[in-house]
């Protein structure tokens, strides 16, 4: 019966990749659907991106492990996904279409081309921003392709290996086959699904607790807001690295290219609201879920690390497994892997983009035709996944201890780190320079591993730090780096007028 239910959703996606294949006539079509797409499907698509495998199994974690201060998680995001959604996306989405850009490289180079700037370093605005793309992306699908296999083992007692393979190859067939159409579409039809889950589960677990009859059975540390030590310096680090996670949301290029896809100002205006909502309902399921989940499975002298692993992230495949049949159990472990997978087909597009449309065509073969174009995209799309295949192999091997939540933010911080401050100083600051934004994309490439794995190191006061995590140092590092360097390097003062609504605009696009 499980089986029977996973071939169907296997069986769905594949169909949308076949459907999606028939709708690709040029490159615009392939990497951002044509610009045809309706607020629900984009809204959809940019959320199940953004949320990932660490909602289904990283994020239940927490709640169990921590309790109720993993909202601060749903905080950060849902602030997050209302700047991106209400301040950014209407100026960026009037800049992306005077300048028909396809890809968030190709804003950028549009962004600072009439700047009083450096020809030479508008000049590596495109291969620097497509390269540290490549790199951060190639890490997050990695951590993807982890949590299929973990996904794969926890729920159906498969091979690790074996189940990461299975679940790559699905994904990548239907992203190699339809493009951005597919992924759209199998994004809505995925979050769909995660939206019934993080409703049911914690649900259907609050119910189960109240036939028990003898209430949550916790610690009452665990509900505390500010964590289980309480208010201090230290859980307030924690709180903030939680919080942090949000950012990603303010410029993250596989959120934005979704600005880009969707068909006009009027949908960003409806899809806001589904965002936001789509957002708050599925968050905080989940820290819910492994709340509940703690309560039924471990309780109050239970061995919780024996029962639900020191990150508790088997919290949620335990949990299904006590509340319901097998057929039930068969649309949850659906709803995980589309969590993962709507993640790895959106990334895996912005990473083949960034090959493909930014390195190979605009700065070698401008003229190439577009049928040849479309053809190295989608091989490109297969050897990033490849590469993101075995970089998972590799880091199950060396990292037995890993967890899906920290694996996950680790890529999702970089990209975050790199590109969101130079999205937001870009929209909001007109005198902001290429100069500034290499040295923000440059700042937030370095900073991310310095915060993640030297800093920790510092005697005293390094595990301390270590509580913010590296998102928010990060950013905040990349930043000031960006805001400095503009200074150092424009004469002119700086003021705060949005650049999308007096810029010029400079079609750098052919071929599309």
């Not at 449309?357 to 577009?370: C, E, L």
């Not at 993101?388 to 990209?415: D, Q």
Request: proline share 4%; charged share 10%.
């Amino acid at each position: 019966m499980v089986y029977g239910v996973l071939i169907a959703y296997f069986g769905v996606l594949l169909l949308l990749g076949l459907l999606a294949s028939r709708r690709v006539e040029s490159l615009s079509d392939y990497y951002v659907g044509g610009r045809r797409l309706g607020y629900w499907v984009a809204a959809f698509s940019a959320h199940t991106t953004g949320e990932s495998a660490w909602l289904y199994l990283g994020l239940t974690g927490l709640g169990a492990a921590v309790g109720l201060s993993a909202l601060w998680v749903v905080v950060g995001e849902v602030l997050g996904v209302c700047v991106a959604w209400f301040l950014m996306a209407p100026s960026f989405k009037r800049a992306a279409d005077r300048s028909s850009c396809i890809t968030i490289p190709d804003y950028l180079v549009d962004r600072f081309s009439f700047a009083s700037d450096s020809s030479t370093a508008v000049k590596l605005i495109r291969p620097v921003s497509a390269a540290v793309l490549v790199l951060f992306v190639t890490i997050y699908v990695s951590a993807q392709i982890d949590a299929t296999g973990q996904a794969f083992e926890k729920f159906l007692d498969w091979n690790y290996y074996a189940g990461a393979i299975v679940g790559f190859g699905i994904v990548v067939t239907y992203t190699y086959a339809g493009g951005f159409f597919a992924v759209a579409w199998s994004d809505f039809f995925q979050g769909l699904l995660m939206l019934v889950g993080l409703v049911l589960l914690p649900l259907s677990a609050a119910l189960a607790i109240s036939v028990r009859g003898d209430g949550l059975g916790l610690d009452p540390v665990f509900l505390n807001i500010w964590g289980t030590d309480g208010l201090t310096f230290s859980s307030l680090l924690t709180i903030i690295s939680y919080a942090a996670i949000g950012i990603g949301f303010l410029g993250s290029p596989q959120v934005f290219v979704r600005f880009i896809a969707i068909r006009d100002q009027l949908q960003i205006r409806s899809g806001r609201w589904v965002a936001v909502i789509f957002t708050l309902i599925t968050d905080s399921g989940a820290v819910l879920t492994g709340l509940l989940g703690r309560s039924l499975l471990v309780g109050m002298d239970g061995d919780f690390s024996a029962t639900l692993g020191v990150s508790g992230e088997s919290v949620l495949p335990m949990l299904v497994e006590h509340l319901f049949p097998p057929i039930v159990v068969g649309v949850f472990i659906a709803a995980v892997l589309a969590a993962i997978m709507s993640t790895i087909d959106s990334l895996l597009m912005v990473g083949s983009s960034a090959v493909s449309r930014d390195i190979y065509q605009q700065t070698f073969y401008p003229k190439i035709d577009r049928v040849s174009l479309i053809g190295f995209s989608r091989r490109i799309t297969l050897i990033l996944a490849a590469v993101a295949l075995a970089i998972a192999v590799m880091v199950a091997t060396l990292a037995p201890g890993r967890t899906v939540f920290w694996y996950v933010i680790f890529g999702w911080s970089g990209i975050a780190a790199t590109f969101c401050p130079v999205m937001i100083l870009s929209l909001f600051w007109r005198r902001y320079n290429a100069k500034g934004a290499l040295a923000t994309m440059l700042a937030g490439l370095i900073a991310v591993p310095v915060f993640k794995f030297l800093v920790p190191l510092l005697p005293r006061f390094g595990p301390l730090l270590a509580r913010a995590e590296e998102l928010a140092p990060s950013f905040f590092v990349a930043l000031v780096c960006g805001v400095v360097t503009t200074w150092m390097t424009n004469d002119q003062e700086p003021d705060t007028v949005s650049v999308a609504s007096s810029h010029q605009s400079l079609n750098v696009n052919s071929q599309i």
